[in-house]
């Protein structure tokens, strides 16, 4: 069935029983990619490795069992597996007709891009009431007060229209990077689901907007990069925030994630960077490239489950969370950069 976004909201914070697959897909592959990272923290568990599998639509169209067995596989660690498939495409049709004939398992989410008008996959999702589909078109200016609006929900923020248009024009109506600055201004307001506040076009002005996060990016990139002395000081820089650090680690490795995807079928990792969607800042290709050479597919996605338990850890009560974190940042680097 055809889903919105605030079906998706409350897929993220409870996965429904009857649910077997959420498909993302559409042109603001940005937007996909942020839907299923939230979709994704439920299910981060600090004694499970493998809280996230990831496959690729590659591998889908060469083996369309292996969703089907994925979704089935028992998880040595934890309760469920989160079954993440980047890069699907339409020939990953008969996989996503197999995963719904089986038994039920763990749950799937996939992230398409821009299927065609009449698609099977699109169809069949939209059909089924086991399936929740969203499309993403890309944003447009009239959008912003909409977009800002759902993102700034999720943390008791209520933005006026010009704060909206202001965060919108300040990262070019990129989901992901939308999210990072309502994250921003909702730790300036101090609002979460319990204590809303209204966001007004001068508390835009005052974080900086698209501004002081060079730390974060550099972060991300250390870590992924595989330079643990650079993620030492940085972190070091970084006394407070940890979870919106922990983000910027974690948007790094989906990015990563999707491009891997379009390597393991076959593509060279310089022009999976060339033919990224949203695209990546010109200054940064070498730099990806790169890193789509240190990272596999399952690295990334072990990555990624470290990531997501850590942030979780965090907001445990009593917990050592933040020092869990550092460690385990500096960890990914050093096993990133054995592998340079």
Request: glycine share 8%; charged share 25%.
């Amino acid at each position: 069935m055809r889903v919105d976004a605030v079906r998706i909201a409350a897929i993220a914070r409870q996965w429904p029983s009857d649910l077997r697959l959420v498909l993302l897909y559409g042109q603001d592959m940005s937007a996909s990619q942020d839907m299923a990272l939230r979709i994704a923290r439920q299910f981060a568990d600090p004694g499970n490795p493998v809280a996230v599998e990831a496959l690729s639509g590659a591998q889908l169209g060469k083996d369309p069992q292996a969703l089907a067995s994925a979704a089935s596989a028992m998880s040595m660690f934890g309760d469920r597996t989160l079954v993440q498939v980047d890069g699907l495409e339409e020939d990953g049709l008969t996989a996503v007709e197999g995963l719904l004939s089986a038994s039920p398992g763990n749950p799937v989410v996939a992230i398409a891009g821009a299927l065609k008008k009449g698609s099977k996959l699109v169809a069949l999702a939209e059909r089924s009431p086991a399936v929740a589909a969203m499309v993403s078109y890309e944003p447009a200016l009239k959008d912003a007060t909409r977009l800002i609006g759902e993102l700034g929900a999720e943390f008791g923020l209520k933005p006026s229209r010009e704060a909206a248009v202001a965060l919108f024009e300040s990262v070019g109506g990129d989901r992901a990077l939308m999210r990072r600055e309502v994250e921003k201004l909702s730790l300036y307001l101090d609002s979460d689901e319990t204590r809303g506040r209204t966001a007004e076009l001068a508390d835009v002005a005052a974080i900086g907007v698209g501004q002081g996060d060079s730390d974060q990016f550099a972060l991300a990139t250390a870590v992924a990069g595989g330079r643990p002395a650079l993620v030492v000081d940085l972190l070091a820089r970084m006394p407070t925030a940890r979870i919106v650090a922990l983000r910027a680690v974690e948007r790094r490795l989906v990015m990563l994630l999707g491009l891997r995807a379009v390597v393991d079928g076959g593509v060279s990792p310089q022009s999976a960077v060339e033919g990224a969607r949203p695209p990546i800042f010109w200054k940064e290709k070498e730099a990806v490239a790169a890193e789509l050479m240190l990272w596999s597919t399952p690295r990334l996605s072990r990555a990624l489950g470290e990531v997501l338990a850590a942030e979780r850890a965090i907001k445990t009560s009593g917990s050592l969370g933040e020092t869990l974190a550092d460690m385990m940042l500096i960890s990914l680097a050093r096993q990133a950069g054995s592998r340079r």
